[in-house]
């Protein structure tokens, strides 16, 4: 069974960082891409960043591009999102996401992490900025 757990979040000041961590478990590592997205109150669901696991291959919204990094550990076969920086437009509630990239009856192989439409989703922790 496909499982992932977030977990990292809090409250900071506009400044700080914080790092998220999403720890992945059930399935085949490197098999898969791993997303972070976020969804703020009264907001639709937004992507934020994304690692394809057997590339390396990244992604990042523009609005985070140079403030926020992902990364993965394979042994923990854990993701990292490093958010430094932090703006209160960043308060939401951030999920990670994985998806199989053998699906798409093999052309999911070449794509980057941002073209997968993501299976299956943690529970999410919370960020918080303060101005």
């Known amino acids: 069974e496909v499982q992932l757990a977030e977990s990292g979040g809090g409250l900071v000041q506009a400044g700080d960082s914080l790092r998220l961590s999403c720890a992945a478990s059930g399935f085949t590592f490197n098999d898969y891409a791993i997303a972070w997205f976020r969804q703020a109150p009264g907001k639709d669901r937004e992507d934020v960043s994304c690692i394809k696991i057997s590339d390396s291959g990244t992604w990042y919204e523009a609005d985070v591009e140079g403030r926020f990094t992902i990364f993965k550990d394979g042994v923990k076969s854990t993701v990292y999102l490093q958010m430094n920086n932090l703006k209160p437009e960043d308060t939401a509630v951030y999920y990670c996401?994985?998806?199989?990239?053998?699906?798409?009856?093999?052309?999911?192989?070449?794509?980057?992490?941002?073209?997968?439409?993501?299976?299956?989703w943690g529970q999410g922790t919370q960020v918080t900025v303060s101005s």
């Open positions: 996401a994985a998806e199989y990239i053998h699906s798409y009856y093999g052309y999911g192989l070449k794509w980057g992490c941002s073209e997968y439409e993501y299976t299956y």
